[in-house]
């Protein structure tokens, strides 16, 4: 199967060359590392079976973020870690996109605009659930941020990952949204995005290079609902760690030119794009993101400052499950948390099913469990577990 690294190797040094002193270290650097990934240039470890005794040996990753053969694991081991912030409720799956003015911007202040697009978009969010004609509390936000389309073209936005309800201000309660099947309204909420983008930056002193008309537009925020806790994360986790281009897209390079397809967003066609490989390149680099940039980030209940509050609206959730679940003489709407006097509401005519969130918490369970690697498996007698042996750092092939 063709990959990255096989176009990076053959036109890598060419592309190095043509654009050296413009390069910037980072992409260099995941040129490199995709070129070494899992093979000699990194090293590897041994393996020994427990049961048969016989040896494997595999190549070590590179692990850079922007690398396609790394993030499937990446992407299973944060399912892995989200199992303990993740909510046994609903969730919605919202996508802000920076207008192609704001580009140019956003190009030459990455860090700035790319943080500022995560920060301003939950905090949007989070100013319209403030408002009980929405929700009334502080939602769960886990966003993402992706800068291409499906064609490698620039094109920055952000994935949001919200939950459906929040905790209320006192903390004595889970609310859920007023209208059923929906969080709060699009267009009020691009309004909002854009205003709190536009202010943050004038604040960074950036905002001269705009051109002004993009403050008169509209935006687009884009809302799904995308059910409980665990399908959300699995949903997410497409999203997390993809990075531009998967070697599965890659379909030719023939004299130097790069073939790959994309499926097209609003007829589901297969389409295919066939670049020369200098420009393919440059595509793919201007997707690298800034040496330390966090792409991931956490705010409202699961911020790393709202552990108190992300365990208390479990807590609550927990119980609303507990008592759904449990048959009862007297119909009630609220849950009692014994000594602390906290109850759950349900808001409008937005019904929590009773079995609904308790199989949420164990469909988390299941598909985290599920989706932490296994022991690597002999390939020899096809029981016996793989235990490491020994290991080398770099250029080293296979001791046989």
Request: hydrophobic content about 40%; proline content about 5%; charged content about 20%.
């Amino acid at each position: 199967m063709l990959e990255l690294a096989d176009i990076v190797r053959a036109a890598g040094p060419a592309y190095e060359q043509a654009h050296a002193g413009r390069m910037l270290p980072s992409h260099r650097r995941a040129l490199h590392d995709i070129v070494g990934c899992r093979t000699p240039a990194l090293g590897g470890s041994l393996y020994r079976c427990d049961d048969c005794g016989a040896l494997d040996y595999a190549y070590h990753s590179c692990r850079n973020r922007h690398c396609p053969k790394c993030q499937e694991t990446r992407a299973q081991a944060w399912l892995t870690r989200l199992r303990a912030r993740v909510l046994p409720c609903n969730h919605y799956l919202l996508t802000f996109t920076l207008p192609h003015q704001l580009r140019a911007v956003a190009r030459a202040h990455q860090k700035l605009v790319y943080a500022a697009l995560l920060r301003e978009a939950a905090a949007a969010v989070q100013t319209l659930a403030d408002d009980r004609t929405w929700v009334g509390g502080t939602l769960g936000i886990l966003a993402v941020l992706h800068t291409w389309s499906r064609t490698l073209e620039y094109h920055p936005h952000a994935h949001l990952l919200v939950t459906a309800g929040g905790l209320t201000p006192d903390g004595s309660a889970w609310v859920t949204p007023a209208h059923p099947r929906f969080l709060m309204p699009g267009y009020a909420l691009s309004k909002i995005f854009r205003a709190k983008m536009r202010d943050a930056l004038v604040h960074a002193g950036v905002d001269r290079a705009v051109d002004p008309t993009v403050w008169t537009r509209a935006w687009t925020v884009h809302i799904q609902q995308i059910g409980n806790g665990a399908h959300a994360t699995r949903y997410l986790s497409r999203y997390v760690y993809r990075v531009a281009l998967d070697n599965h897209r890659l379909e030719r390079f023939d004299q130097g030119r790069v073939t790959f397809r994309y499926t097209h967003a609003r007829t589901h066609e297969t389409r295919r794009v066939t670049l020369p490989a200098d420009t393919f390149i440059t595509r793919f680099l201007q997707h690298v993101l800034p040496r330390g940039f966090t792409k991931i980030r956490y705010y409202g209940l699961l911020s790393p400052t709202g552990r108190a509050d992300l365990e208390r609206a479990r807590h609550v959730l927990d119980l609303h499950a507990a008592q759904h679940t449990r048959p009862s003489r007297t119909a009630s709407t609220t849950t009692s948390l014994g000594s602390t006097g906290s109850t759950l509401h349900d808001r409008g005519n937005m019904n929590v099913d009773s079995s609904g969130v308790s199989r949420d918490t164990a469909h988390v369970t299941v598909a985290l469990i599920v989706a932490i690697p296994a022991a690597r498996t002999c390939a020899v007698c096809g029981r016996g577990p793989l235990r490491v042996v020994e290991r080398w750092r770099r250029s080293r092939a296979p001791p046989w």
